[in-house]
């Protein structure tokens, strides 16, 4: 199954096309709730270093959702990491299976 890398603008790669990047990559997987729009492709390959911020922005790119529209990122179904979380700390803390998964929704789900 090929994933995304969204730092990369000319598109998306596979994990095979370079092994020694992609190992320094966290999977991350979105996984839609309540009535939110489900994504195309949800796996990405994406920088450790980067925050929830920049997740937030990525996702929103991808959702093609306005700046006023809500979207609410949660992990292990239950909280909404702060903004400058380091992905990498959320992965060391809930990441399963070689992947960090987050719910996504346009509505409050979890509190």
Known sequence: MATSNPDEKDGPTT???SPSKAK???TIMFKATGDAPILKQRK???DPSKDVAWLLKFLRRQLKLQ???ALFLYVSQSFVPPPDQVIRNL???F???RKLIFNYALNPAWG
């Open 24 to 26: 320094e990559k966290i």
């Open 91 to 93: 992965y060391d803390c």
């Open 15 to 17: 994990d095979e096309a």
């Open 44 to 46: 990405f390959l994406i």
């Open 67 to 69: 700046v006023a529209d």
């Open 95 to 97: 990441g399963t299976d």
